[in-house]
């Protein structure tokens, strides 16, 4: 009888095949995403984050069931849930508020550096004069000039959908009380040289009217810095007497403390608060 083989084994892998899992390993290990793929494999993370390595649950499409994993993987999935949580919110805003459909999958939204809690998003296509209308249709307006949209520039333009964010304050931030337009546009701090603009200003109304029934600047008024009159004059939004919204005006360099800009954050760099 034929004397048996004996076979080398490593933990219960025979000594060949060990020899062919190197191979392959090194193999493997030139092409391009291998070591980041091994980092996540180490810590029992999922490295293959693509449709057919993930079960998608009913209803969520693979693109977000993709970036749920992702943000579960880099320890950020508390945050990614609330950006969710955001977006959709705004997505009923304007189905319910505008009859309009709108993904906001892909929307890019700052930071928010402490305080500035409110996310105020503009919809691409939203014009000043359909803004005020739709206030005006709501719950009553008022403005100083008849077309906002011919007679106001702003710095910010809805050629595009965007995102920024605001302090949570029923009253305009009194951080900046009595900062005037002209000294807005000096200010070193970009959040207020370059604060909300007339448009931003409505969504925020329409969209705290919608969710609470009640009113902004009931003491104050906001001072639009990011927009002004083509006659210089700086822009002001108000709830005039529990009556109605009014957009009126004052001069540039109107200090009043009753004038508040409501500083903003973008994509832009920010510097110091002057």
Same mark, same amino acid.
């Given at each position: ?18 020899a062919?899992?190197? !191979?392959?390993?090194?193999? /493997?290990? #030139?092409? +391009?995403?291998?070591?980041d793929?091994? =980092?996540?494999? @180490?810590? %029992? ?44 919110k ?14 906001l ?23 000043? !004069?359909?803004?005020f209308? /739709?206030? #005006?249709? +709501?719950f009553?307006?008022?403005?100083? =000039?008849?077309? @906002?949209? %011919?007679?106001v ?15 949570d304050?029923?009253e ?39 969710e ?6 009931i003491n ?38 009753s ?15 002057a």
């Amino acid at each position: 009888m034929a004397k048996k083989e004996k076979i080398a084994k490593i933990g219960g892998i025979s000594a060949e095949e060990v020899a062919d899992l190197q !191979n392959d390993f090194w193999t /493997k290990s #030139k092409r +391009k995403g291998f070591w980041d793929e091994l =980092k996540l494999f @180490l810590k %029992r993370q999922n490295p293959f984050a693509k449709h057919g390595d993930i079960t998608v649950p009913e209803g969520m499409k693979p693109e977000l069931a993709i970036k749920v994993l992702g943000a579960y993987q880099n320890g950020t999935i508390e945050s990614f849930i609330e950006r969710e949580k955001l977006l959709e919110k705004w997505q009923r805003f304007y189905r319910k508020i505008f009859g309009k459909e709108i993904d906001l999958s892909n929307l890019e939204i700052p930071d928010d550096p402490e305080d500035f809690r409110w996310l105020i998003v503009v919809l691409k296509g939203l014009t000043r !004069n359909e803004l005020f209308a /739709k206030c #005006k249709e +709501k719950f009553g307006a008022w403005r100083w =000039k008849d077309d @906002l949209d %011919r007679e106001v520039t702003s710095i910010r333009t809805t050629e595009e959908t965007y995102a920024i964010r605001a302090r949570d304050r029923v009253e305009a931030d009194e951080e900046n009380k009595g900062i005037s337009l002209d000294a807005c546009q000096k200010s070193d701090d970009v959040r207020i040289r370059e604060g909300i603009t007339l448009e931003e200003r409505l969504v925020l109304e329409l969209f705290y009217w919608w969710e609470t029934g009640k009113h902004l600047d009931i003491n104050s008024w906001t001072l639009c810095s990011g927009s002004r009159y083509l006659d210089g004059y700086a822009v002001l939004v108000h709830w005039y007497s529990d009556d109605e919204l009014s957009v009126f005006c004052t001069s540039a360099d109107n200090g009043n403390g009753s004038l508040r800009p409501r500083s903003v954050v973008s994509f832009e760099k920010l510097p110091e608060a002057a």
